[in-house]
């Protein structure tokens, strides 16, 4: 289906960003580089409503006219959260005779070794809705059994009998030979037209069964949700005469149109994160040189992420709905390609205890926003991390929302007193313990995220994000030995900003298996034109010239008797057997920068091939002008806030953010608010409002605190 | 802090250890990415980790298996006491694989880089990796000593000050089937070992160390003192269990005895009246045979605590020399898993008799293993791993899981990798139905691997497979898990032997499930009615 023409330049864009706990809704203005934007509490049961509402307000009150939107750009968290909360649609799965328990055997691994009551993840499919037929590829794609069209008629009907309104379709070896599970996709679709029907072959045609079928899975699960959800929002802007394009977020942080999304919604899974991460790279890259590590802490986790070179790191593998404490390999594992990110149990809300051995630990457990942090006065008795950081003084009790909470600071006191008891340390040495504790947990993490691309920690500035980020982000980067800290203005609605600076993009992938003495160069060179085709394809539906989009190589590349690949750019194409040494270079190249040197004698092989097609999308966010600021005095006062450096409590400058302008300097200790959030700066350190209306924090270089 | 008296508080302490751990994490996952081995980099079968120059472990990896508690520790302390610090100069590399210095077998082998800071020691990192081959038999029980089992390497540099011994690697190509993946893998350990030595510098520097010795002992003292109060919640006295196994024969089973004895704060186990030493590689070191202990009593006692020495201290063995847990050179060791891993099952049958609601009825495990060898058509030798996994054992809270490795933590290979790897084409591979034993809570299923040789050539095939004679017993009345099973061409096989399978050959291995728990009249009709919807139980 071919939309409207949306290389058109108008001069609004309308981004949407569906969060768990918020709604953000953000225009934003070409001509000027001016952003409006509404924060409104998600609603849950029909999340249209929200957005709705949000819409109406904000064009009613900044006078702007729906039909002046050139496009809509929008992300959600609905599809994630379907499947942490296992509210999708009853799913059946047809797959190989022999092969039903695929799903379930798993890769035989535990997730956490001392637990003897380890939990599984359960199949989204359950055993009585997982159902074979007889068929067989073999692994070099020849056909060894046909598929019995009558055995998979009535194993549909059967699933359709039990309620099942969508269909996973994964065939042994289908990412080789796709045709048993296109011709069952087809013929299912004929028979029960109202079933959603997922074939694995084009949901993630790589090799490895399991893994294969859980995305295949995950993606019929919520592909009936999808399908509603999609077509509700996009009749409802219609009806407000929003006409513009609608276009979805994908978890690699391009764009795709309705119907791709319908296809295959999967691929939408990590949208909302991958706005944010689009949102850093834009923020980071004029004062950040481009490496920028995105720190984003909310209230029950922080999520990390990698820009280099102004470009978020993409993965190719990832896990959806961890069940245990952010542990790998306890969520499903989902091969597509998403934005990089990692996501620890460190957060506002995170809970301080002792552990067995007399150490203070912090999180991963929360207490949400219900009863939440002691502080807030609503009945919480754990000492939190937001507890802590009112305690030191980088909170302000009488500001905290922008004054709208009233905050309980004695409960925070009362609630850190047992930590005191059992570690024999004052309240400070508590406060400041927790608040030091989290800081380890997360800057670890990003130590060994960064450390694993073979990267230099030291190279990058932080930005912070999010309620907590900006209170977190100087003493994480002192661990980190990083030089430079970076808080943007608004950053409660920086993601969704990032929705209108994506290009289009499509990324494809296929199974070659083959080694780079051994390939068949018109072969590969087919293959990869294949995957061009078939990516340009929904380019063009997506309404843009498929001629302009730049393309992509990639391949996933090991050396043989190697079990993980490493992916890597290659050169532009066409491949002929002149490019061998071009190819085995880069392999090297990439291998190298991640584990310093290759092993001797062993031939490189392709294990899947990748194209990635992107194209420019007209009238994207390449500017934007915050609210001008820099009304009435910045120095609100000062108050008691602890430092390490100073080993105790000094009287800190606090600054309002909102008068600051552009050119400004200081000197901490310091402490900026805003209403969203508050940015500490430790002593030493200096920072400047940026003339992109950052503050850029200039951290001193010593040991660590 | 000062240099001269550091203070390690709960915050400190706490803040260090991560940063510690991380780094040994950091390790772990350069080995992972660049071993050519499937055991280290699909099966975590390896361990990074950092000692105090005394030996005293102070971080290791947190996805390290449990064959490696407390071994490479002492591998560093037999490198101490035998090369001696004063001979040991910077860059530097030692290595072992002496299944009795290292890990129990020689397939592991362990390397050492002592960590400079000011010209002294300050640390030790780490590594051991299961390679991909270090020569001799095929991995089998049939080798009857040592010598039979591949390439011995004693305590040695391997590295003299940064420059790698070319004598060795020589030699050590000769001997093993896969020359460039098996030095490549020791290589891949290097990199670890390199990684660890400049980031704890890093945190020394950062924190103004000097050396981790204060570190280590107040981390160690905390741990054990945890550990020791931990078994202080264990009324005194002993506790004994019995196991009998599979055996090298029909009717010859072998027993595995224990005697666990609480004393207020220590545990000791002794596997006296435990069966001999045997003339097949299925006898278990000391070294592993304490792992397995160890890991069983921290799964009941103390399981979210990080590794580190003191968690262990408390815990001690004994078991008689030329026991199957306790074998002396040069016996043959390399399937020491096929015997190893029952041992934390018959501590945990000790255990119950005290501690019910914190042990496991015994796992469908050890771990089983089929290894493929022949000629590919165009005239190439090969050999090729397979492996599978049985059932978990019921618990007091939940059913068992099925299909996990336990206790060790090894993948099994796709079956679209395996049919790439391998000649074998694979009809089925699916859940045991009625393989979980009965119980409150059921055994998790084993399952069902059902491959037929589709190549011209015949295939050889020889297993590590066990309970399929003796499945894996129940705990205070649940029932005995699904015995395991070989069958060729339809007939059930004598697992202790090699076979070689002609073209159309079937092969069955049937994977056995874990025991129940409680007994089974106190299942309720829902979660019986869940095993009949879901095809767990069938007529």
Redesign the interface.
């Known amino acids: 289906m071919r939309q409207e023409e949306i290389g058109v330049v108008s001069r609004y864009s309308l981004g949407i960003d569906i969060g768990g706990t918020f709604t953000d809704i953000v225009v934003y203005d070409r001509e000027t580089g001016r952003q409006f934007n509404r924060k409104v509490l998600t609603t849950h049961g029909d999340p249209s409503i929200g957005v709705m509402t949000g819409i109406d307000t904000l064009l009613k009150e900044d006078g702007l006219k729906p039909e002046e939107m050139g496009r809509v750009v929008h992300a959600t968290t609905l599809f994630t959260n379907s499947l942490i909360e296992r509210k999708g649609a009853v799913t059946g799965l047809i797959t190989t005779e022999g092969f039903r328990d695929t799903l379930e055997i798993g890769r035989e691994r535990k997730y956490e070794l001392y637990d003897i009551a380890i939990e599984k993840p359960a199949p989204l499919i359950p055993r009585n809705l997982r159902l074979e037929v007889g068929e067989r590829i073999k692994h070099d794609g020849s056909v060894k059994t046909p598929l019995d069209e009558q055995r998979l008629d009535k194993v549909a009907d059967e699933l359709v009998k039990n309620g099942a309104t969508s269909i996973a379709i994964v065939f042994l070896h289908s990412y080789k030979n796709p045709s048993h599970e296109r011709s069952a996709a087809a013929r299912v679709a004929k028979r029960h037209p109202k079933v959603a029907i997922s074939a694995s072959c084009d949901v993630a045609p790589e090799i490895r069964e399991f893994e294969r079928a859980s995305t295949t899975a995950a993606n019929a699960f919520i592909k009936p949700l999808a399908h509603v959800y999609l077509a509700n929002i996009a009749g409802q802007l219609k009806g407000r005469q929003v006409r513009a394009p609608f276009q979805l977020m994908l978890s690699n942080g391009g764009l795709t149109n309705v119907e791709e999304a319908k296809r295959s919604p999967v691929q939408l899974l990590e949208s909302g994160p991958a706005a944010g991460a689009l949102a850093a790279a834009f923020f980071g890259t004029e004062d950040g040189g481009g490496n920028v590590l995105a720190f984003d802490m909310g209230g029950t986790t922080a999520k990390l992420s990698v820009v280099d070179n102004g470009q978020p790191l993409i993965t190719y593998a990832f896990e959806a709905a961890r069940q245990k404490r952010f542990i790998e390999g306890s969520g499903f594992p989902i091969r597509i390609s998403s934005i990089e990110l990692i996501e620890i149990g460190a957060g506002g809300g995170s809970i301080a205890h002792i552990d067995e051995i007399g150490l203070l630990k912090v999180g991963p457990q929360s207490a949400g926003s219900e009863p939440g942090p002691a502080s807030y006065g609503r009945g919480g008795t754990n000492a939190t991390v937001t507890d802590a950081d009112f305690f030191l003084g980088y909170l302000n009790p009488d500001f905290f929302a922008g004054g709208t909470m009233k905050i309980d600071l004695k409960a925070a006191e009362r609630a850190m007193a047992p930590l005191m008891k059992q570690t024999g340390l004052s309240l400070t040495e508590v406060a400041w313990g927790i608040y030091d504790v989290v800081n380890e947990n997360m800057a670890s993490a990003a130590r060994v995220h960064i450390a694993e691309r073979g990267k230099d920690p030291r190279r990058y500035a932080i930005l912070a994000t999010g309620g907590a980020g900006p209170v977190h982000a100087y003493y994480v980067a002192k661990k980190l030995g990083l030089r430079k800290v970076i808080c943007p203005k608004a950053a409660g609605v920086a993601s969704a900003l990032g929705l209108l600076m994506a290009p289009a993009r499509i990324d494809r992938v296929a199974t070659v298996a083959v080694r780079i003495d051994q390939v068949k160069w018109t072969d590969l060179e087919a293959a990869y034109r294949k995957l061009e085709d078939n990516a340009k394809a929904v380019i063009a539906e997506t309404g843009l010239d498929p001629k302009k989009a730049k393309v992509t190589r990639l391949a996933d590349i090991r050396y043989v008797g190697q079990a993980f690949e490493v992916v890597v750019e290659l050169p532009d194409g066409p491949y002929t057997a002149a490019s061998k040494a071009a190819l085995n270079e880069a392999f090297e190249k990439a291998y190298i920068e991640k584990f310093t040197r290759t092993p001797p004698d062993v031939p490189a092989e392709f294990i899947n091939i990748r194209v990635s097609v992107k194209a420019e999308i007209a009238g994207s966010a390449t500017e934007v002008t915050l609210a001008a600021g820099g009304k009435g005095k910045a120095l609100k006062g000062k108050r008691p806030v602890y430092f390490p450096e100073a080993k105790g409590f000094v009287e800190a400058a606090v600054y309002d953010r909102y008068a600051m302008k552009p050119g400004d300097s200081f000197q901490g200790p310091a402490v900026v608010e805003e209403r969203e959030s508050t940015l500490i700066v430790g002593p030493g350190a200096s920072f400047v409002v940026a003339p992109s209306g950052n503050l850029v924090v200039t951290v001193p270089q010593e040991g660590a605190a | 802090m000062s240099e001269h008296a550091p203070a390690f508080?709960?915050?400190t302490?706490?803040?260090l250890?991560?940063?510690l751990?991380?780094i040994v994490?950091?390790a772990a996952?350069?080995v992972?990415?660049?071993?050519?081995s499937?055991l280290s980099?699909?099966a975590?079968d390896f361990a990074c980790v950092l000692t105090d120059e005394r030996g005293h472990l102070v971080a290791q990896n947190t996805?390290s298996?449990?064959s490696f508690i407390s071994t490479l520790p002492s591998t560093v302390k037999h490198f101490v006491r035998e090369i001696g610090v004063e001979r040991m100069k910077s860059g530097d590399i030692l290595c072992t694989n002496d299944p009795w210095k290292g890990t129990g077998h020689l397939n592991d082998v362990c390397v050492v880089r002592p960590i400079f800071r000011g010209g002294r020691i300050v640390a030790f990192a780490a590594s051991t990796s299961h390679v991909?081959d270090i020569g001799g038999k095929i991995r089998s029980v049939e080798p009857r000593e040592i010598f039979e089992e591949g390439f011995h390497i004693p305590p040695m540099k391997i590295f003299h000050e940064g420059v790698p011994s070319e004598t060795f690697f020589r030699v050590l190509k000769a001997q093993v089937r896969?020359p460039?993946?098996t030095?490549?893998d020791i290589?891949?350990q290097i990199?670890a070992l390199?990684?660890m030595d400049l980031r704890l510098n890093a945190l020394m520097?950062?924190?103004?160390l000097a050396r981790v010795t204060e570190l280590s002992d107040e981390l160690n003292r905390?741990?054990e003192?945890?550990m020791r109060?931990?078994i202080r919640g264990v009324p005194n006295g002993s506790y004994e269990f019995e196991m009998k196994t599979d055996g090298l024969a029909p009717n010859a089973p072998f027993v595995f005895r224990v005697r666990l004895t609480v004393a207020d704060e220590t545990i000791h186990a002794d596997f006296t009246g435990t069966s001999p030493v045997q003339p097949r590689a299925i006898n278990t070191c000391l070294c592993y045979t304490f792992a397995m202990v160890a890991?069983a009593v921290?799964?009941?006692l103390?399981?979210?605590?990080a590794n580190c020495e003191g968690v262990f201290r408390p815990i001690t063995i004994s078991v008689p020399e030329n026991s199957i847990l306790n074998p002396l050179f040069p016996a043959a060791v390399g399937g020491r898993s096929n015997t190893g891993h029952y041992v934390p099952a018959v501590v945990f049958g000790a255990l119950a008799k005290v501690l019910p609601e914190r042990?496991?009825a015994a796992p469908g495990s050890p771990l089983w293993n089929c290894t493929q060898s022949g000629v590919r058509p165009n005239g190439k030798p090969y050999a090729n791993n397979l492996?599978?996994?049985g059932g978990?054992g019921a618990?007091r809270?939940?059913d068992g899981?099925?299909?996990?490795?336990?206790p060790s933590?090894?993948?099994?290979t796709?079956?679209?990798?395996a049919?790439?790897n391998s000649p074998f084409?694979?009809?089925?591979?699916?859940?045991r139905p009625n393989s979980g034993g009965d119980g409150r809570h059921r055994g998790g299923l084993g399952?069902d691997i059902?491959m037929e040789n589709e190549s011209e050539s015949p295939i050889a095939v020889i297993f590590l497979a066990e309970r399929t004679r003796i499945p894996a017993p129940g705990l205070l009345g649940g029932r005995e898990g699904g015995r395991g099973d070989v069958v060729i061409d339809g007939t059930s096989m004598d697992t202790r032997h090699q076979y070689v399978l002609q073209k159309g050959a079937t092969l069955l291995l049937r994977t056995p499930g874990g025991g129940g728990y409680g007994p089974p009249e106190e299942r309720g009709a829902a979660a019986r009615a869940r095993d009949r919807?879901?095809?767990?139980v069938e007529d």
């Open positions: 508080g709960a915050v302490l706490e803040v250890w991560t940063r751990i991380s994490d950091e996952k350069a992972t990415r660049t071993a050519f499937t980099n699909e975590n996805g298996i449990p991909p896969t460039e993946q030095v490549g290589y891949a990199t390199d990684l520097d950062d924190y103004a905390r741990c003192a945890a109060e931990a890991y921290k799964c009941a103390l399981p979210e605590i042990v496991m492996f599978f996994n978990m618990v809270a939940k899981e099925s299909t996990i490795s336990w933590n090894i993948s099994s796709p079956v679209e990798v049919e790439q084409f694979f009809r089925y591979k699916r859940l399952q059902y919807l879901l095809g767990y």
